[in-house]
C-alpha cells in the first residue's frame, strides 16, 4: 500500500483534522492488511495513532523531510510475522543527498526512506523505496526521480544483485508525464497499469476532502493519479496480481481517511 495520510498537526480546525478521520484511517488499513505500507506527509501523531492502533506493524521513520518542525515522515509500516527487515536507510531528494538540503527550485526538502527485505517462506529478498517528490517545482520531480532510480539500483546491487525493487509515493506528477518515464524507462512497471487498469476522469488518487465530489480543474491533463507503486523485477519472481484505488469515505459526514486515496497492489511470489 501507498499512502499519503495527511499529517496529523494539519487541518486541526477543519472537519477533517485528524481526531476526526484517525479512526476511519486506521480502520482502512485494518480491512486491507498490507504486509508493508508506504506512508507519505506522516507525523508523530499519526504515528502515535499507529504505534495504539495497529501494533502489527513494525515501524521505519527515515528522514525527516519539510522546512519546519514538525517534519514529515516517509514512514515505511512492515508486518513483521511475513517480512525479515535486513537493512534500511535513508538520504534527501538533492543535490548533497546525505544531508538535509534542497535543489532544483523545490517548495520544501524532500527525502527517500528505504527497507530490504527478505520474504519469509519464500527465500526471496526485496527493496522497497518510499517518498514524496514535490508539489511546485517539475524540475524538482524530475531530477528527484532520476536520484531515487540511481540510488535504488546501489542499494539492490550492493544487496546481492538482481532483486525486486518495489517504489511507492506521492510523485505529485500524473502518469506518462517526465517524471513517470524517467521510472519506466529504467524498467519499473507502473502496477496499476500492468493490472490492467486504465487511467480514466475516474482515475483520481488525489482528491482534497471531497471524494466523489472533486474535480480537477484540469481534466484535459489526464487524472490526478500522483500515488504510484512502482515495480523493478527484470527476472520476474513477482507476479502482479491486481491493483487498486481504495475509495474508503463516510460520505455522508465528508470524512475520509486522507485528502488522498491509497493504492494498493497485490505482489505474490512466482514459483
Not at 79 to 90: H, I, K, Q, V, Y
Not at 158 to 168: L, Q, S, Y
Not at 189 to 201: F, P
Amino acid at each position: 500500500m501507498s499512502f499519503n495520510v495527511r499529517g496529523s498537526f494539519r487541518d486541526v480546525r477543519e472537519r477533517n483534522a485528524w481526531r476526526n478521520r484517525a479512526a476511519l484511517n486506521v480502520a482502512t488499513i485494518e480491512r486491507h492488511a498490507p504486509d508493508v505500507i508506504g506512508l507519505q506527509e506522516c507525523q508523530s501523531g499519526n504515528l502515535r495513532t499507529y504505534r495504539k492502533h495497529l501494533p502489527r506493524y513494525a515501524r521505519i521513520s527515515g528522514p525527516g523531510y519539510g522546512n519546519v518542525i514538525p517534519y514529515d515522515s516517509n514512514a515505511i509500516l512492515f508486518d513483521p510475522g511475513r517480512l525479515e527487515l535486513l537493512g534500511s536507510g535513508g538520504f534527501w531528494l538533492s543535490e548533497t543527498p546525505e544531508k538535509r538540503s534542497r535543489s532544483w527550485e523545490t517548495r520544501v526538502a524532500r527525502s527517500a526512506n528505504w527497507a530490504l527485505f527478505r520474504v519469509l517462506g519464500t527465500g526471496l529478498s526485496l527493496l522497497h523505496l518510499n517518498t514524496h517528490l514535490d508539489h511546485v517545482s517539475a524540475r524538482a520531480r524530475q531530477e528527484g526521480s532520476r536520484l531515487i532510480v540511481g540510488r535504488a539500483a546501489e542499494i539492490a546491487g550492493r544487496a546481492g544483485g538482481d532483486i525486486p525493487i518495489i517504489v511507492t509515493g506521492d510523485f505529485n506528477g500524473r502518469p506518462g508525464n517526465a517524471t513517470h518515464r524517467n521510472f519506466t524507462r529504467a524498467g519499473f512497471v507502473d502496477t496499476y497499469l500492468a493490472a490492467g487498469n486504465e487511467d480514466t476522469r475516474e482515475s483520481n488518487t488525489f482528491h482534497a476532502f471531497e471524494g466523489a465530489r472533486f474535480r480537477d480543474a484540469h481534466p484535459e491533463r489526464g487524472p490526478r493519479r500522483l500515488d504510484w507503486i512502482l515495480l523493478k523485477d527484470s527476472r520476474d519472481r513477482l507476479r502482479i496480481e491486481s491493483h487498486r484505488i481504495v475509495r474508503d469515505a463516510d460520505e455522508i459526514s465528508g470524512l475520509y481517511p486522507s485528502d488522498h486515496y491509497p493504492v494498493l497492489a497485490e505482489l505474490s511470489p512466482v514459483g
